[in-house]
């Protein structure tokens, strides 16, 4: 199971419409309104996007972000 630190799953809660794809899309969306000061977001977000894309949609459903 991938594991994601605090800091990534409280991205994942303030951009999450609900599935794995649609919050992919939305972290590219923050992505391209960053400024180029804002490396740590931009690094924090390319790490959410790497697990996400190793992982399915029924993975990401049973993910618990809560914990």
């Known amino acids: 199971m991938i ?3 605090l800091d990534e799953k409280i991205m994942i ?7 794995r794809s649609g919050l992919i ?4 969306m ?8 804002e490396k740590r977001l ?6 959410v996007l790497q697990k996400l894309n190793k992982m399915n949609d029924a993975e990401f459903e049973d993910m618990d972000f809560f914990e």
């Open 3 to 5: 594991e994601f630190s």
């Open 13 to 19: 809660l303030l951009y999450s419409p609900g599935t």
């Open 25 to 28: 899309a939305e972290l590219k």
């Open 30 to 37: 923050m992505q391209s309104q960053l400024m180029i000061s």
């Open 42 to 47: 931009l690094r924090l977000s390319e790490s």
